[in-house]
């Protein structure tokens, strides 16, 4: 889905690029222009090309649209690329990679009257997301250090232990260790993770634990924290799908975390 932010159409593929690019940049910092376009004869497209290595998610990016209406058919693309290297997601970094061929793209409205494209349909396709290990141990050192030091405790360690669980669960235990004064403890903070077939991950069952009394009060105050997040789903994809359906979702850990899906016909 792709908020266009005018109420008319784009005439060409210069004008549909400038378009999809200021729309780009609205969600995401240091992207420059990442839209290039292969014109064949509009709306026909040979491929559309949007690249956002080193990109960083803005911290309040609009909202999704919603449809008002009915669709149309607009845009035909024999191949549409999305690539993002050491994406910047908040304290996280990541990788995506989507790739589709015999591509349909239907225009829409949102309240306003402003065209959005949607997907409508591919001939196929393949999105895959990763994440290594020691980036997210980065993530998690950077939210625990910041807590724990408003409450006078140093993180200085922080290990990610994984397990599969099936085709879309991992188990996961986070190992910190927390130092106050002369004293010294290891604290464990378990999750699970799950997807669902659009993308969608779910955090359940955070605990925390702690040895000692340097344990019991750093669990004290990220306990909270944990409890706001367990129930919680967020959206992997920044890219709605519209009526295309994934399939083949696979959720990997190893030396690194890694979603795979397919999809279209």
Same mark, same amino acid.
């Given at each position: 889905?792709?908020?266009?932010?005018?109420?008319?159409?784009?005439?060409?593929?210069?004008?549909?690029?400038?378009?999809?690019?200021?729309?780009?940049?609205?969600?995401?910092?240091?992207?420059?222009?990442?839209?290039?376009?292969?014109?064949?004869?509009?709306?026909?497209?040979?491929?559309?090309?949007?690249?956002?290595?080193?990109?960083?998610?803005?911290?309040?990016?609009?909202?999704?649209?919603?449809?008002?209406?009915?669709?149309?058919?607009?845009?035909?693309?024999?191949?549409?690329?999305?690539?993002?290297?050491?994406?910047?997601?908040?304290?996280?970094?990541?990788?995506?990679?989507?790739?589709?061929?015999?591509?349909?793209?239907?225009?829409?409205?949102?309240?306003?009257?402003?065209?959005?494209?949607?997907?409508?349909?591919?001939? %196929?396709? #393949? +999105?895959?997301?990763? &994440?290594? /290990?020691?980036?997210?141990?980065?993530? =998690?050192?950077?939210? @625990? *250090?910041?807590?724990?030091?408003?409450?006078?405790?140093?993180?200085?360690?922080?290990?990610?232990?994984?397990?599969?669980?099936?085709?879309?669960?991992? %188990?996961? #235990? +986070?190992?910190?260790? &927390?130092? /106050?004064?002369?004293?010294?403890?290891? =604290?464990?903070?378990? @999750? *699970?993770?799950?997807?669902?077939?659009?993308?969608?991950?779910?955090?359940?069952?955070?605990?925390?634990?702690?040895?000692?009394?340097?344990?019991?009060?750093?669990?004290?105050?990220?306990?909270?924290?944990?409890?706001?997040?367990?129930?919680?789903?967020?959206?992997?994809? @920044?890219?709605?799908?519209?009526?295309?359906?994934?399939?083949?979702?696979?959720?990997?850990?190893?030396?690194?975390?890694?979603?795979?899906?397919?999809?279209?016909?």
């Amino acid at each position: 889905m792709f908020p266009l932010y005018t109420k008319k159409f784009p005439k060409n593929a210069l004008d549909l690029a400038a378009l999809l690019n200021d729309s780009l940049k609205r969600v995401f910092s240091n992207a420059a222009n990442p839209v290039t376009i292969r014109d064949k004869a509009f709306p026909e497209l040979d491929e559309v090309r949007i690249t956002l290595d080193d990109a960083e998610l803005r911290p309040d990016p609009p909202r999704p649209p919603i449809v008002k209406g009915a669709c149309s058919p607009a845009l035909h693309l024999a191949e549409l690329h999305v690539n993002g290297s050491d994406l910047i997601i908040g304290p996280a970094i990541a990788n995506l990679r989507l790739g589709a061929h015999d591509v349909r793209l239907d225009q829409a409205h949102d309240a306003k009257g402003e065209v959005i494209l949607v997907l409508r349909s591919a001939a %196929d396709g #393949e +999105v895959e997301i990763t &994440a290594a /290990k020691s980036v997210i141990e980065d993530a =998690i050192a950077a939210v @625990a *250090k910041s807590e724990a030091g408003k409450h006078g405790v140093a993180i200085d360690q922080v290990r990610l232990s994984v397990q599969p669980r099936g085709k879309r669960g991992v %188990d996961a #235990e +986070v190992q910190l260790r &927390a130092k /106050k004064l002369f004293f010294t403890t290891v =604290i464990r903070i378990a @999750a *699970k993770l799950d997807l669902d077939e659009e993308l969608n991950a779910k955090l359940s069952g955070l605990s925390c634990s702690g040895d000692g009394a340097i344990g019991s009060m750093a669990c004290g105050f990220l306990s909270p924290h944990l409890e706001k997040l367990d129930g919680e789903s967020f959206a992997l994809m @920044a890219l709605p799908l519209g009526d295309v359906r994934l399939r083949d979702v696979r959720l990997s850990a190893t030396d690194e975390l890694s979603v795979t899906a397919q999809f279209g016909a």
